[in-house]
């Protein structure tokens, strides 16, 4: 086995693949409400045992849950602003309106 290999003999970088962070993260923020459901029902017992810091463990995680899927559409929504032209930018550029609304 060789670790370095020259220019010549290495293949391509594969495309990268795509995928779609808000059904994880929306997968993830669902289990954190199904945990927070479940510790909030238990946590006399859990704080017994010395388990208490689950019902603030949960809430954060259903936070940060919540909060990524903000920052995930809100970049998602950006990107796709940057990937059409404006309206009023395509007709200064090219001299005639566009056909989109």
Sequence with gaps: MRFWLSEEERRPDPAPARADARKALFAGTILWIVALAVFWWFREPLGVAGFGWFVPASIVGVALGVAGLVVVQVRRRGAASEAEPD???????????????
Aim: hydrophobic share 35%.
């Design 87 to 101: 309206a009023a930018d395509a007709q200064a550029r090219d001299g005639y309106p566009s056909d989109s609304v």
